[in-house]
């Protein structure tokens, strides 16, 4: 992925796919006033060579396949502060709040799997509810 599509976040050092950084960023503003302070996050965007490197080190499964992690897009953030436990003010908070800005903690990541991993899904549009209409039988 170029640097040009890449834009940083308030926390220093992350990086976003530009309009997850946007959202992101809109979102974050919110958790501030409600919380007094950033968010706080511990992984965004991961370029493909660590990824590779992170998944050598890992334990088979423990890390998504190079080019297939959400991060390698940029549009995952791993979260920190609160966040990261269930149950906690934060985590409901953004249970509450994140997926008005396209933001989810993704079904595979619930249950207290990945509670600390986000991914920017923005309303997918005409497109699921294609999916899930069914025909109306009639006789
Ligand atoms: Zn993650």
């Known amino acids: 992925m170029p640097d040009t599509s890449l834009c940083p976040l ?3 050092g992350e990086r976003l796919r530009a309009d997850a950084a946007a959202a ?8 501030r006033s ?3 302070r950033p968010m706080c996050v511990t992984d965004s965007y991961r370029p493909y060579h660590e990824q590779v490197r ?7 499964g ?16 791993d979260l920190c502060g609160g966040v990261h436990e269930l149950g906690t003010p934060e985590h409901r908070w953004m249970l509450d709040h994140a997926p008005e800005h396209g933001w989810e903690n993704p079904e595979w990541a619930r249950d207290g799997f ?5 991914e920017y899904t923005p309303d997918p549009g005409p497109d699921r509810t294609a999916q899930t209409w069914e025909p109306t039988l009639t006789s």
């Open 10 to 12: 308030p926390q220093p």
């Open 54 to 60: 992170l998944f050598q080190e890992m334990l088979p």
């Open 24 to 31: 992101f960023i809109e979102l974050d503003g919110e958790f």
């Open 62 to 77: 423990m890390a998504a396949r190079p080019g297939t992690s959400a991060h390698g897009l940029g549009v995952a953030v």
């Open 34 to 36: 409600e919380f007094g």
């Open 114 to 118: 990945e509670p600390w991993h986000w």
